[in-house]
């Protein structure tokens, strides 16, 4: 496992290029800092970013404002923080519903599912939504991979022709 200390931080522009941007970029520096690609905290931090990132353009984003991304290696955890310009409202994990299955809504239950903790602090101009990724899972966690099932974070399976 590599030494904790490394810190990284970058902005980029507040749309789904720069969401997605933002992913690939976290796991190529934590590649740089010897997580190996494809291992299971690079995934998990990956798909973590992918969804605060999203979240940050969907419902952050402030016309002509960036968000930007942070992350920390830390004793036990890999911290990424996701800050953006709208203050308002704090996200929230939404309560799932069997009988009224939703395309949207989600991410923070993922988040949830892959992370120790997780939180939002506000700051002068709008907000950091943080998240904490164990940097060495427990033997038999289930975090063997960053796959997490649809079911496992209440999402039903959506049909309708689409691939």
């Known amino acids: 496992m590599p030494d ?27 590649c740089r800092w010897g997580y190996p690609l494809g291992g299971g905290e690079s995934e998990r931090v990956g798909q973590v970013v992918a969804e605060l ?11 002509g404002r960036d968000f930007e991304l942070g992350l920390r290696e830390l004793d036990e955890v890999l911290r990424v923080e996701v800050s953006d310009a709208r203050a308002g409202e704090r996200p929230r994990v939404r309560p799932g519903s069997p009988d009224r299955p939703a395309e949207h809504g989600h991410g923070l239950r993922i988040v949830e599912a892959l992370c120790v903790a997780w939180g939002v602090s506000g700051r002068v101009v709008g907000k950091t939504v943080w998240a904490e990724v164990a940097r060495r899972p427990a033997a038999g966690d289930g975090y063997g991979s960053a796959a997490v099932s649809a079911s496992s974070v209440g ?4 049909s309708g022709g689409v691939p």
């Open 4 to 30: 904790a200390g490394n810190e990284w931080r970058q902005r980029f522009s507040s749309t789904r290029r720069g969401a997605r941007l933002a992913r690939h970029l976290v796991v190529l520096e934590l």
């Open 53 to 63: 990132a999203a979240n940050a353009v969907a419902h952050g984003c402030v016309p």
């Open 155 to 158: 999402v039903q399976e959506l």
